[in-house]
């Protein structure tokens, strides 16, 4: 999970939270960061506090949406805005959930995994009738469902299986 914000006591005890829950957390300080380390490293969900210097988290959200490499991962909204327009302008920016703070950590945790959930089954219905050629092999193996490399909670091998399965052969 790649957990986007400028303030470093509001990073630091995200990032704890969710790595005692067995998560593997990057971080991020501002929404340049956020768009590059979601490129680069695919996370598996973005939590994305939407007033970061340098580009805002509305902007980093609609730059990450226009990637086609990122479409697929969810982006949770964070903020202290509270009024219904603020969902509505951070659902239309590309979010895909919005929580305000104070955060609500266990019904943050139920946003994570309901995302992550919907994601999941979205790359296994993807994988329908796919193969995968694994490194050192001369054969495709057939791929019903990515639930193999799912392990302990950990998705961190599904954006890198799915793009090679679902990239033209």
């Known amino acids: 999970i790649l957990v986007v914000d400028d303030n470093a006591e509001n990073r630091d005890m995200l990032s704890r939270r969710l790595a005692r829950k067995g ?3 990057l971080l991020a300080i501002d929404g340049e960061q956020a768009v590059a380390m979601t490129v680069t490293g695919r996370p598996d969900l973005v939590l ?3 007033n970061l210097p340098l580009k805002d988290g ?3 959200a609609r730059e990450i949406r226009a990637d086609a490499r990122c479409r697929g991962i969810p982006i949770i909204a964070l903020t202290a805005h509270a009024m219904s327009d603020d969902r509505s302008r951070a659902l239309a ?3 895909d959930e919005y929580e305000t703070k104070p955060l609500d950590f266990a019904r943050l945790l139920d946003k994570i995994a309901i995302l992550l959930a919907a994601r999941g089954a979205a790359l296994d219905g993807a994988l329908h009738g796919k193969s ?3 490194p050192g092999t001369r ?3 057939p791929l019903a469902s990515l639930s ?3 392990t302990a909670g950990s ?3 599904v954006a890198p299986v799915a793009e090679l399965v679902t990239s033209p052969a």
């Open 148 to 150: 193999c490399l799912r």
């Open 132 to 134: 995968l050629q694994l």
């Open 93 to 95: 920016a590309g979010c």
């Open 48 to 50: 994305m506090d939407m």
């Open 58 to 60: 509305w902007s980093a």
């Open 139 to 141: 054969t495709r193996e």
């Open 23 to 25: 998560f593997e957390v």
């Open 155 to 157: 998705y961190s091998m």
